[in-house]
T-cell receptor
Framework: GAGVSQTPSNKVTEKGKYVELRCDPI?????LYWYRQSLGQGPEFLIY????????DSGLPNDRFFAVRPEGSVSTLKIQRTERGDSAVYLC???????????????FGNGTRLTVT | DQQVKQNSPSLSVQEGRISILNCDYT??????FLWYKKYPAEGPTFLIS?????DKNEDGRFTVFLNKSAKHLSLHIVPSQPGDSAVYFC???????????FGSGTKLNVKP
């Protein structure tokens, strides 16, 4: 079956602009996560959705970052007034169950590489 | 504060030999541990996991060992193949957590 799909694969934007990154999770997966990966680092947690609601947004770095999942499937990560420090690979992942539990690993998309110039 | 640590940024082994990748964690509440493999320009791919009720889990050439008292896990790949060359991340979580914590990765190079 289809895996997690993320679009665009690459996004170059100017400092101060607004961007939206899209994630289409695996069908039937109730949990959806956004992570950010900077060069030489592991994925860093941003936000977690259980269904339509953001169950944990403690990883969002500031209020310029926002994410939605209005119908419990596709999610959009929105970044306002982008800064050069926002440049990273943004990874989306989904998993079958609500909480981190045995036999329910994260399945990642290929990410969106965001470059802010 | 880094709750999951991979202290070796890189590892080079000869084809056919064993690769051992190490990972340490600090939070004793973690009870579910995973290894991911990542090729360039791709997302991390799930490889193998282990729950805290076990100390070993094996899947083909891949074995994960968990030492709870030392808060340490390791991934053994034997025999190593050139196609195993990638960055390997360990991750940890548990029922009390909504998220997975990742280490910074170890880049494995398997030389033919």
């Amino acid at each position: 079956g289809a895996g997690v799909s993320q679009t665009p694969s690459n996004k170059v934007t100017e400092k101060g602009k607004y961007v939206e990154l899209r994630c289409d999770p695996i069908s039937g997966h109730t949990a959806l996560y956004w992570y950010r990966q900077s060069l030489g680092q592991g994925p860093e947690f941003l936000i977690y959705f259980q269904g339509t609601g953001a169950a944990d947004d403690s990883g969002l770095p500031n209020d310029r970052f926002f994410a939605v999942r209005p119908e419990g499937s596709v999610s959009t990560l929105k970044i306002q007034r982008t800064e050069r420090g926002d440049s990273a690979v943004y990874l989306c992942a989904s998993s079958l169950t609500a909480r981190s539990s045995y036999n329910s690993p994260l399945h990642f998309g290929n990410g969106t590489r965001l470059t802010v110039t | 504060d880094q709750q999951v640590k991979q202290n070796s940024p890189s590892l080079s082994v000869q084809e056919g030999r064993i690769s051992i990748l190490n990972c340490d964690y600090t939070n004793s509440m973690f009870d579910y541990f995973l290894w991911y493999k990542k090729y360039p320009a791709e997302g991390p791919t799930f490889l193998i996991s282990i729950s805290s009720i076990k100390d070993k889990n094996e899947d083909g050439r891949f074995t994960v060992f968990l030492n709870k008292s030392a808060k340490h896990l390791s991934l053994h790949i034997v025999p190593s193949q050139p196609g195993d060359s990638a960055v390997y991340f360990c991750a940890a979580s548990g029922n009390n957590f909504n998220k997975f914590y990742f280490g910074s990765g170890t880049k494995l190079n398997v030389k033919p």
